[in-house]
T-cell receptor, first 114, second 112 residues
């Protein structure tokens, strides 16, 4: 079955360290892929998206993600974490046969420590 | 207003009661969605509507109903609430040209 998997429900990094949040998809056809961020008690905000153009996608707040077809991955990175990056991050995909509906991963809670 | 609004912000409800969660968007998007968010499960699609007058079932539709009388509004109704419907509910609409969904601020519902 087609799905979106986020490895690691909780990730903790030091301020200034690299942020790496992992996302893999399971689909016979490369899907459209998205990363959303959710700050406490708020809705989801789009960080970036991949729609079959450039494989390296730059988003807001210094985040970027690289689509790797061979690895069926779309990992989210940021070179230097800031305290304000602490939030929950969701990877999502429009999968083949799903119409225009998003399928979400289970989310990764990012903690940034001093 | 700009974007998506949801009401109420939060609600505590007795089991068996009927409840309607409201969602309004002013972006003239055709497609709208209702999700529930539960710890460890991410967001799961309840119902969707591709255009006014049409609706469809998502991944977890049981116990919920929706209507889409016009482009702007997409209410979600719990006919007889049960404790397992305790969750945070998000409404979203889709910008077709950008192929992106935009989310409302959510409704936190507790069913006792």
């Amino acid at each position: 079955a087609q799905s979106v998997t986020q490895l690691g429900s909780h990730v903790s990094v030091s301020e200034g360290a690299l942020v790496l949040l992992r996302c893999n998809y399971s689909s016979s056809v490369p899907p459209y892929l998205f990363w959303y961020v959710q700050y406490p008690n708020q809705g989801l905000q789009l960080l970036l998206k991949y729609t079959s153009a450039a494989t390296l996608v730059k988003g807001i707040n210094g985040f970027e993600a690289e689509f790797k077809k061979s690895e069926t991955s779309f990992h989210l990175t940021k070179p230097s974490a800031h305290m304000s990056d602490a939030a929950e991050y969701f990877c999502a995909a429009i999968l083949t046969g799903g119409g225009n509906k998003l399928t979400f991963g289970t989310g990764t809670q990012l903690k940034v420590e001093l | 207003i700009a974007g998506i609004t949801q009401a109420p912000t939060s609600q505590i409800l007795a089991a068996g009661r009927r409840m309607t969660l409201r969602c309004t968007q002013d972006m003239r998007h055709n497609a709208m969605y209702w999700y529930r968010q539960d710890l460890g499960l991410g967001l799961r699609l309840i119902h969707y509507s591709n255009t006014a007058g049409t609706t469809g079932k998502g991944e977890v539709p049981d116990g919920y109903s929706v209507s889409r009388a016009n482009t702007d509004d997409f209410p979600l109704t719990l006919a007889s609430a049960v404790p397992s419907q305790t969750s945070v509910y998000f409404c979203a609409s889709r910008d077709r040209e950008a192929d992106t969904q935009y989310f409302g601020p959510g409704t936190r519902l507790t069913v006792l």
